[in-house]
């Protein structure tokens, strides 16, 4: 019989839980979406089939694990107990691991982390300076835990918050000690979580739901998706904890259509929840009941917004519906509806089993706790990141992230998806929490952290949120809509070198009017990715706008590519690769770029080899100052 | 049932529990301009024409479309302030030139906007009609963002031709050109 009845069965069950996995040694193996990508399943079959061949069943076992954050090292295997950490592990490498154990050959140097600083190679996982400077309360158990296992979540401490709270708590006093920690919600606004939680409990209503809000969509962001995928039982017992506290009685998990791992995952966790009686009907003895639902999305951004959510959930169109009732009140079907995102419900059994006093030791004054990124772009280590709240920009992208690739100067990060905006270099001191983030005119969004060199624009980067927004809006009032549709337009103008004096203007004008007057905060925040870029870059609009000039090279229309006949050793690699035939060949030898044919896909700088470096990327301009001259019209071009 | 007592352009004004501030300013003889508005239909709260400048008793000051906002009590609401015209106008603006209802009375000749919306300004009068009073759902919005737009649902051309009531609530002569 698995249904546990009580505390004491749980606990019994956590030592049996213990004591089995105490009894073997474990390659972790990452098998989250990177390390998957990577080829991280063949790597657990290899580890596998070795273990079988040598008989060592009984010794070792391969744990299939979520996502251990450090992607760049995909696929990554984690040895327990030594915490040796093993990066861009092949099949091959099965053998060689399995001889390293115990007291066996030692390590496989060459799949240990190498310090490009000094040059050695790092052995221990939290040695490795992507991981030392994080603080891994969310993040650290999905090294330890196969999600599909019940077992894993108990062995180390699953289940024993709830334990605590419905055997030693009154629902108040979870609300107290939440409210208590100032949790603030993950997913976008910061709003206190106790005091929403607290708004539902006290609205008059039955019943009451609690929902999980897994609708990450933000381009660049797969912190929620990985929580989920690798520790799905934390999310869950955290909706209980909440369910407990506010009296709900039912509770619905929404997942993003594009999440099937992680859909996977959560409806293993709740079947075995359901199993062991954490879930249904008198949960560990208590008296109290709850169960939880699962609702797929369908594929809309906008569905994120919780009152387009709830709309959804009841099987209408996801379109957000004016909040001057919130839906904390009125929300599901017109009943008091409590929603948070997924890593705001994680982080709760975290508060309820270690106090909110610890949970307060984190963080700044007005953002206690972690916060999850997911740091990507043009940095060294891509990665799943969770670092205290106030922590300097400038250690997450350097210190973790190991700076910007191939020698490139950092230019800016762009925090908070769509509805954020880009940070500048000059503010990498800021401390990273939900005010501060704020001031500085991006957000903290879900926890997106993109990280942009020298040579991305940023009129670029605004169109492509912009257009991102474009397509994403409901559609539904004029501000989001209307607005989108011109500053879009305005955006394409000055990316094709046709824009305006006057249209920055405009352009601002506009994101006040939409900050003010939109529907929902996706409207309200769809101007931010234009509004920040001008705020820090606005002398590039201006370049674009007055003089066709792209700095970073990357709109197509005031760029084109030159061959520096000086340099060419006439290879023809350029017109052999060059897509439409835009490289003409003289009966000298001499390779030219026809720039009326050319559509400027950079094929042929790809092509040049790089000892050559001939075919060079040059202002469009240029090149009409050049033919000018070549004609002897010197002075008179553009 | 309990009245609520507020102050809408510095007039008192009382109404019932759940009237829109919409509905109380109308009752008082305070026009409002909208849009999307319709006293048949549920609030759409889309067009933004209807926003207006509240202060809570609490003292917090918000701009919000009064067509969904509730009334309370203590509030104090004022409909045509500086920033509640300059809203309108972007609105006006923004839609040009399929709805000029207001463009007279609010200065809008033109629009700075090089790509006009020539025909509908998506107030789903239509659609909600259809839904709401019809009780049919023959019309729907298509798409979502920039590429929403009010369609049939398929195979209604044939038997929703008889009512044509929505001709009459289309500002633009959107659903007229499809006929």
């Known amino acids: ?31 989250g979406s990177g390390c998957l990508a990577c080829g991280a399943e063949a790597v657990a079959d290899a580890l596998d089939g070795e273990i079988e061949k040598r008989g060592l069943g009984h010794k070792v076992g391969v744990r299939r694990t979520g996502c251990h954050g450090f992607c760049e090292g995909a696929p990554l295997v984690v040895i327990h107990p030594s915490d040796t950490c093993y990066t861009k592990v092949q099949p091959k ?11 066996g050959e030692g390590p496989v140097r060459d799949l240990l982390y190498l310090d490009e600083g000094t040059g050695e190679r790092i052995e221990r996982l939290q040695d490795i300076p992507f991981y030392r400077h994080q603080e891994r309360v969310l993040l650290g158990d999905n090294v330890r835990i196969d999600s599909s296992s019940i077992l894993d979540y108990i062995a180390v401490g699953g289940y024993g918050a709830l334990a605590k709270a419905l055997s030693e708590m009154t629902p108040e006093s979870v609300l107290h000690e939440v409210k208590k920690a100032n949790l603030r919600g993950r997913g976008g606004g910061g ?33 929620d998706g990985s929580l989920l995928q690798g520790n799905p039982h934390s999310v869950l017992e955290g909706l209980i904890l909440g369910a407990y506290a506010i009296g709900a009685a039912e509770g619905f998990i929404y997942v993003r259509q594009e999440y099937p791992l992680a859909r996977k995952s959560i409806e293993i966790a709740i079947e075995q929840a359901r199993e062991y009686g954490l879930l249904g009907r008198n949960i560990l003895g208590s008296g109290f009941s709850f169960d939880v639902v699962i609702h797929r ?13 709830m709309s959804a959930i009841e099987g209408r169109v996801g379109e957000p519906r004016p909040k001057y009732v919130h839906t904390s009140e009125k929300g599901l079907w017109g009943k008091p509806s409590c929603l948070n995102n997924v890593e705001t419900w994680a982080t709760v059994p975290h508060i309820i089993d270690k106090g909110a006093d610890w949970f307060r030791g984190m963080g700044t004054e007005g953002s206690k706790g972690t916060k999850i990124f997911s740091l990507v772009g043009k940095v060294k280590n891509t990665g799943l990141v969770e670092v205290s709240m106030g922590i300097p920009l400038r250690d997450i992208i350097f210190k973790i992230g190991g700076g910007v690739p191939d020698g490139k100067s950092f230019k800016a990060v762009q925090t908070g998806g769509p509805s954020g905006g880009v940070i500048p270099a000059a503010l990498l001191d800021l401390p990273v929490d939900f005010d501060e983030l704020t001031k500085a005119g991006s957000m903290m969004g879900s926890g997106g952290m993109i990280v942009m ?16 927004l474009a397509h994403e809006s409901c559609g539904k009032c004029v501000p989001c809509r209307e607005g989108i549709r011109q500053m879009l337009a305005i955006l394409d103008n000055i990316a094709a070198g046709k824009g305006r ?31 920040s870029t001008l705020k820090y870059f606005r002398e590039e609009y201006e370049e674009h706008i007055r003089h066709g000039r792209c700095r970073a090279g990357i709109c197509t229309a005031l760029i084109a590519y030159e061959i520096d006949q000086e340099k060419c050793q006439a290879c023809g690699a350029c017109q052999r690769n060059c897509p439409v035939d835009a490289i003409d060949k003289s009966e000298a030898g001499v390779f030219t770029i026809v720039h009326e044919k050319c559509i400027k896909c950079g094929a042929c700088l790809k092509a040049c080899p790089a000892k050559f470096g001939a075919v060079v990327k040059v202002p469009a301009g240029a090149v009409l100052r050049k033919s000018a001259e070549e004609i002897g019209l010197a002075g008179t071009s553009r | 049932m309990d009245t609520i007592r507020l102050e809408i352009d510095g007039r008192a004004v009382e109404g019932a529990p759940g009237t829109t501030v919409l509905q109380a300013a109308r009752s008082a003889g305070i026009e409002i301009p909208t849009l999307c508005d319709d006293d048949r239909l549920e609030p759409f709260g889309a ?15 918000r701009v919000v479309a009064s067509c969904v906002y509730p009334i309370e009590e203590g509030l104090r609401v004022w409909t045509k302030t500086e920033t509640v015209v300059k809203i309108r106008k972007m609105v006006i603006e923004l839609l040009w030139p399929s709805w000029q209802t207001y463009a007279e009375e609010y200065g809008v000749t033109s629009s700075r906007f090089q790509t006009g919306i020539a025909d509908c300004s998506q107030c789903g009068r239509c659609l909600r009609y259809c839904a709401e009073i019809k009780k049919e759902n023959r019309i729907y919005f298509k798409g979502r963002g920039v590429e929403r737009r009010p369609a049939l649902v398929e195979g209604a051309e044939l038997s929703c031709r008889s009512c044509g009531e929505c001709f009459t609530l289309c500002n633009s002569g959107w659903i007229a050109s499809r006929y």
């Open chain 2, 47 to 61: 067009c933004r024409m209807c926003m207006v400048e509240i202060e809570t008793a609490g003292g917090r000051k």
């Open chain 1, 1 to 31: 019989m698995k249904r546990l009845k009580t505390v004491a069965d749980l606990e019994k069950l956590r030592a049996e839980a213990v004591a089995q996995r105490n009894a073997k040694d474990w390659l972790e193996v990452c098998t």
């Open chain 1, 93 to 103: 490498h099965a053998a060689p691991i399995i001889d390293g154990l115990g007291a």
């Open chain 1, 453 to 468: 060199d020298e040579n991305t624009c940023m009129v670029d980067t605004a169109r492509y949120y912009t257009s991102f």
């Open chain 1, 501 to 531: 004096e006057g249209d920055l203007e405009i352009l601002e004008e506009l994101a006040e009017f939409m900050q003010v007057a939109s529907l929902c905060a996706l409207g309200q925040s769809a101007p931010n990715p234009v509004a």
């Open chain 1, 191 to 223: 709003f206190p979580a106790g005091r929403k939680w607290e708004t539902t409990r006290n609205a008059p209503g039955e019943p009451k739901y609690v929902i999980v809000n897994a609708d990450e969509g933000d381009p660049g962001a797969f912190m």
């Open chain 1, 297 to 309: 999305g369908a594929g809309a951004f906008v569905s994120g917004e919780s009152s387009a959510l």
